[in-house]
């Protein structure tokens, strides 16, 4: 399996952005560009609260809801902390996990991130897992050795039937919202690399299989360059998620 047989995803990641109340005009903005070819998927990961409004807003639409975050927890004395199964009785078919902003400022460790990844796995509901190096690790020259580590931490204990069912998003944190992004040349190297620690863990046919997005300042000018690479399968969008120039990257993706 090559590119041409994977199924490009690309999906939103809104952030702590929007209100319900601003959902409906968001979408009617959106919508007459959302229309996905055959083979490409599309997701809007919104902060919890949202989700029943986009959920209703999205009826009708090819284009899947997610969520940010998940409790590692099954239920019980957990404050502030949502679980997998919630998530699912909502309706929600992705979740990110291990976003460089949740590592930042939340401290989540790899372990964590794999127990939040069998969680989501228990629930039906496909983990969208991010790694990606800070500009101190690429100038250091570790970037590989670094999104290995975080490949191999999340994947702990993970078999083939299991991957099958992941998608991993490569996101150099100092792409993140600066504007300034990976170039087409660096964004496959890595998820190039990314590919071939999979075939050693998984065997090469399973990792051809795996979708692998790009994410950082992904936009509707840059995603057709970033999408074309050999091993990049869509993007993980965060600002550009939130205006209507999704949709354009949304027809790169149809291209
Ligand atoms: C993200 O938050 O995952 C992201 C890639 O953000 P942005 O597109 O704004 O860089």
Known sequence: MDKKNRNALIAGNWKMNMLASQVPAYWQGLEPGAKLAEGVSSALCVPFPLIPAVKAA??????????????????????????????????????????????????????????????????????????????????AGVTLSFVESQIKGGLEGIGPEEMKKVVIAYEPIWAIGTGRTATAEQAQEVCGYIRGVLGKLYGEELAKGVQILYGGSMNGKNAKELLAQPDIDGGLIGGASLKPEFADIIGAANE
């Open 58 to 139: 999205l009826a009708g639409s090819q284009v899947k809801v997610g969520a940010q975050d998940v409790s590692s927890h099954d239920k019980g004395a957990y404050t502030g902390e949502v679980s997998a199964a919630q998530l699912a009785d909502l309706g929600v078919d992705y979740c990110i996990i291990g976003h460089s902003e949740r590592r930042a400022y939340h401290g989540e460790s790899d372990g964590l991130v794999n127990e939040k990844l069998k969680a989501l796995l228990g629930a039906g509901i496909t983990p969208i897992m991010c790694c990606g190096e800070s500009l101190e690790q690429r100038d």
